[in-house]
C-alpha cells in the first residue's frame, strides 16, 4: 500500500524558514516524481513545486522560486520542501504527492500538514 | 499560464440522478488532464487521468471525457458517497493548474 506522510508543519513568523519532509513507504520511491502541493483554507489546489526521480530537475511556481527548495533523499525515500522568507500568503495546508507514471498528475496524497505563517 | 475554468462552480442533485462538470482550459492540452475527488477533510483522490482514464479502485459510475480545451467529468447514478468537491487539473506545462472546483451536494 502506497502510503506518503508529511511532518514538520506549524506556527512561522514572516520571514522564517521551515523544512517540511514527507516519508513515502510501499513503492519504489526512486522510480518516481515527486511534489508538494498546497491549498490555502477553503481554497483550491495549488502546484508548488515537482522533482525528477532522481532529483536532477526540479521545478517551481513563479510565487515560491527562489524562497523554497524543493529536494529528495532516494536512500531514505523522503522528499523534503525548505520553505525560506515564509510570507502570510504560504499559509496553507502542504500535501506531498505522487506522479504519475512519466506524468505530472498525482495519483497519489500524503493526508497533508498545516503551515501557518503569522507573526 | 495555462488558466483552467470550471463549471458550475456549486451543484446539487438527487440520488440516482446523473451529473456533469465542465473544465475549460485557456489553450490546448492535448487530454492531459485529471480529476479529483476531495471529501471534507481529507486529502485528494485520483478519479480519472489523460482524461478518461478510470484510476484504479474508481467507481465504474464515473467517466471523463473531452479533447483540446473541453472537458467533463460525468457521474452516473449519484451516491451518497459523492458528496465531495471535484477538481480539474491540466498536467500538460508548467505550472501544473487547477480548477476552482465544484462543490457537488445532495438536494
Known amino acids: 500500500e502506497v502510503q506518503l506522510v508529511e511532518s514538520g508543519g506549524g506556527l512561522v513568523q514572516p520571514g522564517r524558514s521551515l523544512k517540511l519532509s514527507c516519508a513515502a513507504s510501499?513503492?519504489?520511491?526512486?522510480?518516481?516524481?515527486m511534489a508538494w502541493v498546497r491549498q490555502a483554507p477553503t481554497k483550491g489546489l495549488e502546484w508548488v513545486a515537482t522533482?525528477?526521480?532522481?532529483?536532477?530537475?526540479?521545478y517551481y511556481r513563479d510565487s515560491v522560486k527562489g524562497r523554497f527548495t524543493i529536494s529528495r533523499d532516494n536512500a531514505k525515500s523522503t522528499l523534503y520542501l525548505q520553505m525560506d522568507s515564509l510570507r502570510s500568503e504560504d499559509t496553507a495546508t502542504y500535501y506531498c504527492?505522487?506522479?504519475?507514471?512519466?506524468?505530472?498528475?498525482?495519483?497519489?496524497w500524503g493526508q497533508g500538514v498545516m503551515v501557518t505563517v503569522s507573526s | 499560464d495555462i488558466q483552467m475554468t470550471q463549471s458550475p462552480a456549486s451543484l446539487s442533485a438527487s440520488l440516482g440522478e446523473t451529473v456533469t462538470i465542465e473544465c475549460l482550459a485557456s489553450?490546448?492540452?492535448?487530454?492531459?488532464l485529471a480529476w479529483y475527488q476531495q471529501k471534507p477533510g481529507k486529502s485528494p483522490q485520483l478519479l480519472i487521468y489523460?482524461?478518461?482514464s478510470l484510476n484504479d479502485g474508481v467507481p465504474s459510475r464515473f467517466s471523463g471525457s473531452g479533447s483540446g480545451t473541453q472537458y467533463s467529468l460525468k457521474i452516473n447514478s449519484l451516491q451518497s458517497e459523492d458528496v465531495s468537491i471535484y477538481f480539474c487539473?491540466?498536467?500538460?506545462?508548467?505550472?501544473?493548474?487547477f480548477g476552482a472546483g465544484t462543490k457537488l451536494e445532495l438536494k
Open positions: 504527492a505522487r506522479h504519475g507514471w512519466e506524468a505530472y498528475y498525482f495519483d497519489y
Open positions: 522533482i525528477s526521480y532522481d532529483g536532477s530537475s526540479t
Open positions: 489523460y482524461a478518461n
Open positions: 510501499g513503492f519504489t520511491f526512486s522510480n518516481y516524481g
Open positions: 489553450e490546448d492540452i492535448y487530454s492531459n
Open positions: 487539473q491540466q498536467n500538460y506545462d508548467s505550472p501544473y493548474t
